[in-house]
């Protein structure tokens, strides 16, 4: 699976550990196996959830069957939020990376909480402005940086995950969908970077020749 680094860009909003335990004592903790979907892309988004215990993969599956990562979720971490407020469907698929526990948070338990602590309502109100701090960012960037320089910092990020701090694998299409570009654009950065010497090409990977700039 390869991941994205969009979402992991900003600092996330988290749910310290004795929030989730009084958490705990007020809602059931669902449990998941490792690849167990937690969410559907097109569910409707009547909760959202709060990793109690483990991790959770975000992303989305293609037509193709191909996997785009979005981000790794742990203990405190939420998601589902901008589905549950603006009545959306779901927008990504949600699988346990490995054994998890979750609680789902529906309107109901919601007014509980904000109800018995008003702190709720300002942890939910910094995850949605850091949420839209990440989306302005990401308009900004495609306005103001050419489809090379995007992808360098795509590239960046992605590599400084890799286990030898220099190999990326994905294909093309999945870098132009983390991107936003068409296939054309891409492989025209690709070129671009290539022709440059800050990058070498195989079937299915990309290693940095020269240090990329990092991402953000």
Request: glycine share 10%; charged share 25%; hydrophobic share 45%.
């Amino acid at each position: 699976m390869q991941r994205s680094y969009q979402l992991t860009f900003a600092e996330r909003t988290r749910l310290p550990a004795p929030g989730r335990e009084r958490l705990l004592a007020t809602a059931p903790a669902r449990r998941f196996a490792d690849g167990q979907f937690v969410q559907h892309q097109g569910d409707p988004g009547d909760a959202f959830w709060v990793v109690v215990e483990g991790h959770v993969l975000v992303g989305r599956y293609a037509e193709d069957g191909g996997f785009t990562a979005f981000a790794v979720l742990g203990p405190g971490d939420m998601f589902g939020e901008l589905a549950f407020f603006t009545g959306i469907p779901r927008q990504a698929d949600a699988i346990a990376s490995g054994p998890a526990r979750l609680i789902a948070i529906d309107r109901p338990l919601l007014r509980s909480l904000m109800s018995a602590d008003i702190g709720w309502a300002e942890l939910l109100l910094r995850s949605l402005g850091r949420q839209l701090a990440v989306s302005l960012d990401i308009i900004d960037a495609d306005r103001r940086l050419p489809a090379a320089e995007r992808l360098a910092r795509l590239l960046a990020a992605m590599a400084a995950d890799a286990d030898d701090g220099r190999t990326v694998r994905a294909t093309q299409q999945q870098l132009a969908d983390l991107l936003g570009v068409s296939r054309v654009t891409l492989g025209a950065a690709l070129r671009d970077l290539a022709a440059l010497g800050r990058i070498e090409r195989g079937y299915g990977w990309l290693r940095i020749a020269t240090p990329l700039p990092p991402a953000g």
